[in-house]
């Protein structure tokens, strides 16, 4: 079920990437950011209504505030994806996401940031991301 949830996600990123960058054509990048994320609060809301209303004030309870920011992150993170699909298309831009979000979250494992567990070096997940960053560069080979 998490494969499957993992390659929804991924297929609905792409679409919001051109459908937000198809929205920004007829408004702006920070216009379309406030509908994205007034409309995904207003999504949420009705989500939280109907399945449990957990106490909005357990968010105090988070380990480190840092990790409240997600919502900030979720800002830049719809801006960078508009200009990208904006210039380089959706292949390109997702492919590069891809390897970045690859990069870093093994990153993150590797050296055990933000409360993940330490993994150890392994050679053939840098081999991967080689082979990856190839693909891209035949991808977009004429």
């Keep these: 079920m998490a494969a499957i949830c993992a390659i929804i996600s991924g297929a609905l990123m792409s679409i919001q990437g051109v459908f937000n960058t198809r ?17 995904g609060f207003i ?11 957990d ?15 997600g919502g900030i992150l979720g800002a830049f993170i719809i ?12 292949a390109c831009t997702v492919m590069l996401i891809l390897i970045s979000q690859l990069i870093i979250a093994y990153l993150i494992e590797l050296f055990g940031l933000f409360g993940t567990e330490q993994v150890p070096f392994v050679w053939k997940k840098v081999i991967a991301v080689v082979i990856m960053i190839g693909g891209v560069i ?3 080979w004429d």
């Design 23 to 39: 929205v920004t054509e007829s408004s702006s990048i920070w216009v379309t950011n406030s509908l994205v994320q007034i409309t």
């Design 79 to 90: 801006f960078t994806v508009v200009k990208g699909m904006s210039t380089l298309g959706p």
């Design 55 to 69: 106490s909005f004030a357990n968010l105090l309870k988070v380990d480190s505030k840092w990790y409240l920011t």
């Design 138 to 140: 035949l991808f977009k």
């Design 43 to 53: 999504v949420c809301i009705g989500a939280w209504f109907f399945t449990g209303r």
